[in-house]
């Protein structure tokens, strides 16, 4: 079992930077793969990113603005986002892939774990 609590959402104008982060349990972390999805409402929930080891994936929408990281040390997670756009508004999940199916898996389903979600706001 793999407990994710998610912390760091709110409301930003455009154009400004958050930090969120997920804390994760877990004796085996460093291999889990980490992703971080989003769903606005009415939407679908939509992949963001994701890292397994150093390697990292963006989704088009946020690339090269967002930026994925994690602390074995700490089993934690981030998602730096910059340059937020109100398109950018929805809850964000972080979820934990356990089975390495997949080195970098981009769909919900091949995810195991998921956290509760943190609000992301961003006013225009």
């Known amino acids: 079992q793999v407990h994710l609590e998610e912390s760091g959402g709110g409301l930003v104008q455009a154009g400004g930077s958050l930090r969120l982060s997920c804390a994760a349990s877990g004796r085996t972390f460093r291999n889990y793969a980490m992703g971080w999805f989003r769903q606005a409402p009415g939407k679908e929930r939509e992949f963001v990113a994701a890292?397994?080891?150093?390697?990292?994936s963006y989704a088009d929408s946020v690339k090269g603005r967002f930026t994925i990281s994690r602390d074995n040390a700490k089993n934690t997670v981030y998602l730096q986002m910059n340059s937020l756009k109100p398109e950018d508004t929805a809850v964000y999940y972080c979820?934990?892939?356990?089975?390495?199916?997949?080195?970098?898996?981009?769909?919900?389903?091949?995810?195991?774990?998921w956290g509760q979600g943190t609000q992301v706001t961003v006013s225009s």
């Open positions: 979820a934990a892939d356990l089975t390495a199916t997949e080195v970098l898996p981009r769909t919900f389903r091949a995810y195991d774990y």
């Open positions: 890292i397994r080891w150093s390697a990292v």
